[in-house]
């Protein structure tokens, strides 16, 4: 099921945009039901999103691309769906690179229109596996079709309130571990990135880790995943400030940029979310606004690049409001700003050829 219509007329829809981060899979039966129990990754909080949403493969993702909005291009972000179910573990991800590299194929036909869907791709890869993991990285970059950019690992998403994310945690300080960093330094060798998903607390370990790997392009997820719920609920302005001085810290590393989005996530700081009946573009503008504002103040426009993390982030409203949103927060961006915060930054960063 592709997004909700939007009933918000399309602010500035001339403007090209790149959707620097979003997802596509078909999320089985067994998993939603896990989900649902907290048994899984995110939790339950996030299983009537999921379930609404359980299939979005191209024509769902192409819909909501062609919402109103002029996207040009988007940048697919790990999902760890259609992984192989054979094979070395290590291997496995490898498919899910296949997967999206014949969506973006499909969209480079041309028989869908102009947009670039998956122009860029970044897989999930385990870096814990030292030097060894060079082997899985040119597989993924074979599989990509010229279209591979960077790696993400979701095993950093780790708090020591173990509710926030069900039964399932990440690794405590994954970016610290030494086998971690022996195959980070593999990416720089072979012109890859890194995409940083993790929380909040977590922030102070990427900035070590950037520090440690100056010639590495590191791309913060998210702004950092500000969290409201468990151990942290009712904390929201001292984590708030918490998180400026992080992010301001982070803004001083030149290897490192940041996506703008993911704050439509049921992760307790924003009411809009899940709100009935949904938030509007301005409602939303004015609660992102705080994050928004303090991440392109410290990293500059530059450095800064908008995502819908759809369809995670279907829990703020419709693709189109979403994008709304963004336009609202960026309206007192001078011309070229606004041209690196839709496009230009994501183009530049994962290097796009459009």
Same mark, same amino acid.
């Given at each position: 099921?592709?997004?909700?219509?939007?009933?918000?007329?399309?602010?500035?829809?001339?403007?090209?945009?790149?959707?620097?981060?979003?997802?596509?899979?078909?999320?089985?039966?067994?998993?939603?039901?896990?989900?649902?129990?907290?048994?899984?990754?995110?939790?339950?909080?996030?299983?009537?999103?999921?379930?609404?949403?359980?299939?979005?493969?191209?024509?769902?993702?192409?819909?909501?691309?062609?919402?109103?909005?002029?996207?040009?291009?988007?940048?697919?972000?790990?999902?760890?769906?259609?992984?192989?179910?054979?094979?070395?573990?290590?291997?496995?991800?490898?498919?899910?690179?296949?997967?999206?590299?014949?969506?973006?194929?499909?969209?480079?036909?041309?028989?869908?229109?102009?947009?670039?869907?998956?122009?860029?791709?970044?897989?999930?890869?385990? $870096?814990?596996?030292?030097?060894?993991?060079?082997?899985?990285?040119?597989?993924?970059?074979?599989?990509?079709?010229?279209?591979?950019?960077?790696?993400?690992?979701?095993?950093?998403?780790?708090?020591?309130?173990? %509710?926030? $994310?069900? %039964?399932?945690?990440?690794?405590?300080?994954?970016?610290?571990?030494?086998?971690?960093?022996?195959?980070?330094?593999?990416?720089?060798?072979?012109?890859?990135?890194?995409?940083?998903?993790?929380?909040?607390?977590?922030?102070?370990?990427?900035?070590? $880790?950037?520090?440690?790997?100056?010639?590495?392009?590191?791309?913060?997820?998210?702004?950092?995943?500000?969290?409201?719920?468990?151990?942290?609920?009712?904390?929201?302005?001292?984590?708030?400030?918490?998180?400026?001085?992080?992010?301001?810290? $982070?803004?001083?590393?030149?290897?490192?940029?940041?996506?703008?989005?993911?704050?439509?996530?049921?992760?307790?700081?924003?009411?809009?979310?899940?709100?009935?009946?949904?938030?509007?573009?301005?409602?939303?503008?004015?609660?992102?606004?705080?994050?928004?504002?303090?991440?392109?103040?410290?990293?500059?426009? %530059?450095?800064?690049?908008?995502?819908?993390?759809?369809?995670?982030?279907?829990?703020?409203?419709?693709?189109?409001?979403?994008?709304?949103?963004?336009?609202?927060?960026?309206?007192?961006?001078?011309?070229?700003?606004? %041209?690196?915060?839709?496009?230009?930054?994501?183009?530049?960063?994962?290097?796009?050829?459009?």
């Amino acid at each position: 099921m592709a997004s909700q219509e939007s009933a918000e007329p399309i602010i500035d829809p001339d403007l090209p945009i790149v959707d620097a981060h979003h997802h596509v899979w078909l999320l089985p039966e067994v998993g939603l039901s896990a989900m649902e129990s907290g048994n899984c990754i995110y939790g339950s909080a996030f299983a009537p999103i999921f379930r609404r949403h359980a299939r979005y493969l191209f024509d769902e993702l192409m819909a909501d691309l062609k919402s109103g909005h002029n996207v040009r291009a988007s940048v697919f972000v790990d999902a760890h769906a259609m992984y192989r179910a054979k094979g070395p573990e290590a291997m496995k991800s490898v498919g899910e690179v296949e997967f999206v590299s014949g969506l973006a194929a499909m969209a480079e036909s041309g028989l869908f229109g102009e947009i670039r869907a998956c122009a860029g791709i970044v897989g999930g890869v385990d $870096l814990r596996l030292g030097d060894a993991v060079e082997e899985v990285l040119i597989a993924h970059i074979r599989a990509g079709g010229g279209r591979y950019r960077g790696v993400r690992s979701n095993m950093a998403l780790y708090d020591e309130d173990s %509710t926030i $994310l069900g %039964t399932w945690n990440g690794i405590p300080h994954l970016y610290l571990d030494t086998e971690f960093r022996r195959g980070c330094r593999r990416l720089r060798q072979l012109d890859l990135s890194f995409d940083a998903i993790l929380f909040e607390p977590q922030l102070p370990e990427l900035i070590d $880790l950037a520090r440690a790997f100056p010639d590495t392009q590191f791309i913060l997820d998210h702004v950092g995943l500000p969290l409201g719920v468990g151990r942290h609920a009712g904390r929201q302005q001292e984590r708030f400030l918490i998180w400026r001085n992080n992010i301001k810290e $982070l803004s001083r590393c030149a290897n490192v940029v940041v996506k703008l989005g993911g704050l439509g996530m049921p992760f307790g700081i924003f009411k809009s979310c899940m709100s009935n009946p949904p938030a509007t573009s301005s409602q939303l503008a004015e609660e992102w606004k705080p994050y928004v504002d303090t991440c392109i103040e410290s990293f500059g426009a %530059t450095r800064c690049m908008f995502e819908s993390d759809f369809p995670v982030d279907a829990g703020a409203g419709a693709y189109a409001v979403v994008w709304n949103a963004f336009k609202r927060l960026a309206a007192g961006a001078s011309k070229d700003e606004r %041209t690196a915060l839709f496009s230009g930054t994501a183009t530049r960063v994962y290097r796009l050829d459009l």
